[in-house]
């Protein structure tokens, strides 16, 4: 019989797993609502004409697509389905796909939804999404998302908004990190003046990898996309662009001088540095030429998070898109927004210990017992520090005192009350502090004190 196993790039998580993963998003979701998100969920899969065409070539590749329920094959003849190439037979035998990131559902769930909601809309999502991609260190095929947005304003004050809540969600992890900040006005004026504008989503997907393959590899694949050998010659002084970010913004400036669209990206990445220092950010900023973000929905500040202790990429990635609702039939609503990989934060949280001693799912308290009157009798004291909100458990065998303390011991479980007919006469259970090895005669309606107090 073959062992049971789970697909390439997914986990399982145990209790204890879960219970650290839930720190990561009961942190996140608290400083999402602090500045005014509210929350949705969109369903896990949606229709391909919905997803298909918005991440670029490379990322409707890694599009899971779902084949039609009942016989799949239906209509399709035997000499059709031999002579067909992979897309062609895709888009016959499958109407939906899951959802690739949450930026696209919202943007159709916006549009849907757009009787029903007050503009500018802030909303929060936190959901797995799933990519086609080769498993490897920090990059899964099904992991979660948590995203925010608010769409319906062009105000550059979301941007900075945004770099707040990344300054307090890592602040509030113990996570230091350093915010890449880039604008794809910028990129797209670049593109200009190396006199190749109509192929910025070759250059950005190239120079996107500079961190993972080099500069030599990048250029190789600039070369292999048919950009003319003077346009990578006038590309390299820009990418490798040194100084402040004051300082790189003046050489800019005289690099983009022809170029409105540079120009204009320029101006909008001075007002987000402005603004954050007016609102007092000391998050690490740094702008990064070689920062594309590759999804082609994205128009001006682009954003990724890297944590500086860990060698991981990036942590947090988002931006500017100007049109993404158009595609749905509902043009000029402007969004800007960032997503938080959990699955990395929690990698990177596991790297460095940096979880609290005690999480709040774990059990607090155990009742062990002699026999079935004082198992009922714990019952009783187990709901009443229940409504007090402890988590408590009652062991619900007769058995040995020894293995009822094993399994609290196992379980990292702090106290025990230990119920015997003595203890049951008095109104007293006697009180073991797993950490220190101490215990104490206990009235029942004290045990939340001696708890609290320790």
């Not at 603004?275 to 740094?286: A, E, H, N, S, W």
């Amino acid at each position: 019989m073959n062992k049971p196993s789970i697909p390439k790039g997914t986990r399982d998580f145990t209790p204890e797993e879960m219970a650290r993963r839930n720190y990561i998003f009961s942190t996140i979701r608290s400083v999402f609502r602090l500045y005014g998100f509210q929350q949705i969920e969109t369903p896990a899969m949606e229709n391909l004409s919905t997803l298909m065409g918005k991440y670029g070539e490379e990322g409707d590749k890694l599009l899971f697509k779902i084949l039609n329920s009942g016989d799949w094959r239906q209509g399709i003849t035997e000499a059709e389905f031999a002579g067909s190439t992979v897309p062609q037979l895709t888009n016959r035998i499958s109407e939906k796909g899951l959802r690739y990131d949450l930026t696209v559902p919202f943007a159709r769930f916006v549009v849907q939804n757009r009787d029903k909601i007050q503009f500018p809309f802030r909303r929060y999502q936190i959901q797995p999404v799933w990519r086609a991609d080769r498993p490897q260190k920090g990059r899964y095929r099904e992991f979660y998302q948590c995203d925010v947005d608010v769409v319906g304003t062009d105000s550059l004050l979301c941007e900075t908004e945004l770099i707040q809540i990344v300054e307090e969600v890592y602040r509030r992890l113990g996570i230091r990190v350093c915010l890449h900040l880039n604008n794809r006005k910028i990129l797209a004026g670049i593109a200009e003046v190396i006199g190749e504008a109509e192929r910025l989503t070759d250059i950005t997907v190239a120079i996107d990898k500079m961190d993972k393959i080099g500069i030599d590899n990048v250029n190789r694949e600039l070369q292999e996309k048919g950009l003319s050998e003077q346009a990578i010659t006038h590309l390299q002084p820009i990418l490798n662009l040194t100084g402040t970010n004051e300082e790189k913004l003046i050489k800019l400036t005289d690099i983009l001088a022809s170029s409105d669209t540079g120009l204009l990206g320029i101006e909008e990445t001075k007002e987000v540095l402005s603004l954050c220092r007016d609102t007092g950010v000391t998050l690490p900023v740094m702008l990064d030429l070689t920062l594309a973000r590759g999804l082609n929905y994205y128009t001006g500040a682009i954003f990724e998070v890297k944590a500086l202790d860990v060698e991981m990429g990036s942590i947090t990635g988002g931006g500017r898109y100007d049109n993404l609702t158009g595609i749905f039939g509902m043009p000029g609503v402007s969004g800007v927004g960032i997503s938080f990989g959990a699955d990395r934060i929690y990698d990177v949280l596991n790297q460095l210990s940096l979880y609290p001693e005690h999480n709040s799912e774990q059990t607090c308290l155990l009742f062990a017992h002699f026999g079935d009157a004082e198992r009922k009798h714990c019952l009783g004291l187990a709901s009443a520090l229940r409504r007090e909100g402890v988590n408590t458990e009652v062991y619900p065998d007769i058995c040995k005192i020894k293995k009822q303390m094993n399994y609290a011991d196992q379980k990292h479980i702090p106290f025990v009350a230990i119920v015997g007919s003595e203890e049951m006469q008095s109104g007293t259970v006697m009180l073991k502090n797993m950490l220190t090895g101490e215990q104490q005669s206990v009235a029942g309606k004290d045990i939340l004190v001696h708890i609290k107090s320790v």
